[in-house]
């Protein structure tokens, strides 16, 4: 083998020889001017093909930042009439990152002044944690987001950003829910049908923005007039079982989350289940009626209190008895309404309560569907009490669903927070005979009408209102505290044809001199029932009726009697 | 050698055409980025302008300022009354409206109609 020099010595020698020849000399500068001219090509061709390829390919850099986003912009939610609740607007965040800051202090003393509500400790402090990426506002005007760029920080930024915004505020909040940060539903509405908001597609509510709004005014009106602590209410479209407004109060600005109390949080009317006191008569006297256990001429002994082992059932008033059916709701007997549930049977008010829906959670579209309390032995003892209202909580949706089966046309309907399409096919549930439903509007419709009636204050004239109070003293360290009440008043209307169910529910009114010192159901629910109900006629389309409308005759039971006299459904 | 310089002639014009349709084509991306950009800020401004609306127009401003400013309140049932209960103009006859049978209507304005012949 030769050793490598050798070879390197032999190349060298082509282009370099060690002794120039005067022969050779034009033949070694042919050589060299051809091993120039292919280098100098070479790079002439890189150069080309670069220039070419420069040219040529498309380069993905053109596109502005600013039209690539991370997929669609969240759903909007409208209320059934197609007005904005839910929305998202361009927002400008200011945003930091630590690791580019030259000079911390001088950031936060800089920034504070220009960012309400922060200090600059506060600032410094956000500054001084272990991540790139720190938000310091998310609502930057224009004019500030100049301010902030002429201060030249290195290591602040604002960049675009979207914002969820409730326009209406306090309304329906319970309902509509929020979203976290990252836009993620996390209550509400807008954690049930998240996929849907996610993909972009808008959701359309069964809610009537209008409507709310007149039934949360009503609400908190009671409320502050009767120093109560707290209220719900809904409205039921009896006919599709969609709720036309659902509220709770107190209530929050889901625009400013943090600074909303747990409490207000809550949603009343959907998570809470109460006892409903003497509304739930309504359902007792529809399954006393269809079970067969009673007639409308039965009648029941009121006059003492009953006794079933050490429970003693007292009425409000004490009556004189013997009572009819209808007497029993009209003066909202419990006796008689215990009386009578001694006649159905445990097992059979269980059955129908269970089909009514108010055994299991209801199935509204939110996230916050309260689970009833049951009593821990569905015995005699109970079913006399769960007769009048007591011993079973459910939530008030659940409660009006149960009574818009028995006082409109005796089908059950899932009550919905979407709006029903023209296509859906509604389910409906026979649970009462068209006889039952129409004894029960005719008595509810006398509670309101009948002067004796406990929902007298509810009526409004023009309109035919039925109606049930009732007054439930609050649960107070495993007893019942008198002082302490939830009143409720459920409303239906047009009385001989009922479309509309109104519920609303006041917790602990106190007895004011404008109602003579009382704070039942009848001085603060009824009254409050009759005006949401007075307002909202001419805006869902009902017309005021005549008392000498054939239908009205038609659809009411005639020859009822209270106290021995005929009961008249109207009195105008 | 003929046909050399005609295939560079070719090649070069070919060459040429091919940048200027790809000079086009990267003048119609950037007016594609910049209508895509001025539809995204129509969009932004749409959101604005309807959020805006929503919270102009919300329940309890209406209400507040149609009580303030129009001293309107809630619609009472005697306001409303159906088509046939209002009187029809006889033909031949100038000016005074007669009153024509009223079907069911609310007794208040009924009374009045029959009384006055005239709507309140």
Same mark, same amino acid.
């Given at each position: 083998m030769k050793p490598p020099a050798i070879k390197f010595s032999r190349w060298a020698g082509w282009l370099w020889p060690g002794r120039p020849e005067p022969a050779k000399s034009w033949q070694i500068a042919r050589r060299r001017l051809a091993v120039a001219t292919v280098l100098a090509g070479m790079c002439f061709a890189g150069?080309?093909?670069?220039?070419?390829?420069? !040219?040529?390919?498309?380069?993905?850099?053109? /596109?502005?930042?600013?039209?690539?986003? +991370?997929?669609?912009?969240? $759903?909007?939610?409208?209320?059934?009439?197609?007005?904005?609740?839910?929305?998202?607007?361009?927002?400008?965040?200011?945003?930091?990152?630590?690791?580019?800051?030259l000079d911390r202090r001088e950031v936060a003393e800089k920034l504070a002044p220009l960012l309400p509500g922060h200090e600059p400790a506060d600032i410094l402090a956000l500054l001084a944690k272990p991540t790139r990426y720190i938000e310091l506002d998310r609502k930057i005007t224009p004019r500030r987001h100049a301010e902030i760029l002429r201060l030249g920080l290195p290591g602040v930024f604002v960049s675009p950003g979207t914002l969820r915004l409730y326009p209406h505020g306090r309304e329906a909040a319970h309902l509509l829910g929020v979203v976290d940060r990252d836009g993620l539903g996390i209550a509400g509405?807008?954690?049930?049908?998240?996929?849907?908001?996610?993909?972009?597609?808008?959701?359309?509510?069964?809610?009537?923005?209008? @409507?709310? &709004? =007149?039934?949360?005014?009503?609400?908190?009106?009671? =409320?502050?007039?009767?120093?109560?602590?707290?209220?719900?209410?809904?409205?039921?479209?009896?006919?599709?079982?969609?709720?036309?407004? @659902?509220?709770s109060l107190p209530d929050f600005d889901p625009n400013h989350l943090m600074a909303a109390e747990e409490k207000a949080r809550f949603n009343q009317a959907a998570k809470?289940?109460?006892?409903?006191?003497?509304?739930?008569?309504?359902?007792?006297? &529809?399954?006393?009626?269809?079970?067969? /256990?009673a007639r409308l001429d039965s009648q029941f002994e009121v006059a003492r209190p009953m006794r079933v082992s050490r429970f003693a059932i007292r009425d409000y008033h004490p009556l004189k008895g013997p009572l009819s059916v209808p007497e029993i709701l009209v003066h909202s007997s419990n006796i008689g309404s /215990?009386?009578?549930?001694?006649?159905?049977?445990?097992?059979?008010?269980?059955?129908?309560?269970?089909?009514?829906?108010?055994?299991?959670?209801?199935?509204?579209?939110?996230?916050?569907?309260?689970?009833?309390?049951?009593?821990?032995?569905?015995?005699? %003892?109970?079913?006399?009490?769960?007769?009048?209202?007591?011993?079973?909580?459910?939530?008030?949706?659940?409660?009006?669903?149960?009574?818009? !089966?028995? +006082?409109?046309?005796?089908?059950? =309907?899932? #009550?919905?927070?979407?709006?029903?399409?023209?296509?859906?096919?509604?389910?409906? @549930?026979?649970?009462?005979?068209?006889?039952?439903?129409?004894?029960?509007?005719?008595?509810?419709?006398? *509670?309101?009408?009948?002067? !004796?009636?406990?929902?007298?204050?509810?009526?409004?004239? $023009?309109?035919?209102?039925?109606?049930?109070?009732?007054? !439930?003293?609050?649960?107070?360290?495993?007893?019942?505290?008198?002082?302490?009440?939830?009143?409720?008043?459920?409303?239906?209307?047009?009385?001989?044809? #009922?479309?509309?169910?109104?519920?609303?529910?006041?917790?602990?009114?106190?007895?004011?001199?404008?109602?003579?010192?009382? /704070?039942?159901?009848?001085?603060?629910?009824?009254? +409050?029932?009759?005006?949401?109900?007075?307002?909202? &006629?001419? =805006? *869902?389309? %009902?017309?005021?009726? +005549?008392?000498?409308?054939?239908?009205?005759?038609?659809? @009411?039971?005639?020859?009822?009697?209270?106290?021995?006299?005929?009961?008249?459904?109207?009195?105008? | 050698m003929r046909v050399f310089v005609l295939l560079i002639v070719l090649l070069s014009l070919s060459g040429t055409g091919l940048y200027m349709v790809k000079r086009s084509i990267d003048a119609r991306y950037a007016e594609l980025a910049r209508l895509r950009a001025d539809i995204r800020a129509e969009k932004d401004n749409h959101a604005i302008l309807q959020a805006e609306w929503a919270w102009l127009s919300r329940p309890d401003r209406i209400m507040r300022l149609s009580g303030n400013l129009l001293e309107m309140t809630p619609i009472e049932a005697d306001r409303i009354l159906p088509i046939e209960a209002i009187p029809m103009r006889r033909s031949g006859q100038t000016g005074k409206p007669s009153p024509a049978p009223a079907p069911a209507t609310p007794a208040g304005l009924k009374k009045q109609i029959s009384q006055t012949g005239e709507l309140p």
């Open positions: 150069i080309s093909a670069q220039a070419l390829n420069l !040219a040529l390919l498309p380069n993905d850099g053109a /596109a502005p930042a600013s039209t690539q986003q +991370a997929g669609p912009p969240r $759903g909007v939610i409208t209320d059934r009439q197609g007005r904005l609740l839910a929305s998202n607007v361009p927002v400008r965040v200011l945003h930091a990152d630590p690791q580019l800051i509405i807008e954690k049930s049908q998240q996929e849907q908001l996610a993909s972009g597609a808008p959701v359309t509510l069964s809610i009537d923005l209008a @409507l709310q &709004a =007149i039934l949360r005014e009503q609400v908190s009106r009671q =409320i502050e007039r009767f120093e109560a602590i707290g209220g719900a209410g809904l409205i039921l479209d009896m006919k599709t079982g969609e709720l036309l407004a @659902l509220a809470g289940v109460f006892e409903m006191g003497s509304i739930f008569k309504v359902l007792n006297t &529809a399954i006393a009626l269809e079970s067969g /256990a /215990a009386r009578m549930a001694d006649l159905i049977g445990p097992d059979t008010q269980r059955a129908y309560l269970d089909r009514l829906g108010l055994l299991r959670a209801s199935a509204l579209e939110i996230p916050e569907n309260g689970q009833p309390l049951l009593p821990p032995r569905w015995g005699r %003892i109970a079913s006399l009490t769960i007769s009048y209202g007591h011993g079973l909580s459910v939530s008030p949706v659940q409660a009006a669903a149960a009574i818009a !089966a028995a +006082a409109g046309d005796g089908h059950y =309907i899932r #009550p919905t927070l979407l709006k029903r399409r023209p296509q859906d096919e509604i389910e409906r @549930l026979r649970i009462f005979s068209e006889d039952t439903a129409r004894a029960v509007r005719s008595m509810m419709r006398l *509670v309101v009408s009948h002067k !004796a009636g406990t929902g007298n204050l509810a009526e409004v004239e $023009g309109y035919l209102i039925g109606g049930k109070t009732g007054t !439930a003293e609050k649960i107070l360290n495993k007893g019942y505290d008198r002082k302490a009440n939830r009143v409720s008043f459920v409303a239906t209307f047009p009385a001989h044809d #009922p479309a509309y169910l109104v519920f609303v529910m006041v917790d602990e009114p106190k007895g004011q001199k404008h109602s003579y010192g009382y /704070a039942t159901a009848g001085w603060v629910a009824a009254p +409050a029932a009759g005006r949401i109900i007075r307002q909202m &006629a001419p =805006i *869902v389309g %009902i017309h005021p009726v +005549a008392t000498d409308q054939p239908e009205i005759r038609q659809n @009411l039971l005639a020859g009822l009697s209270i106290d021995g006299e005929e009961a008249i459904y109207a009195a105008y | -």
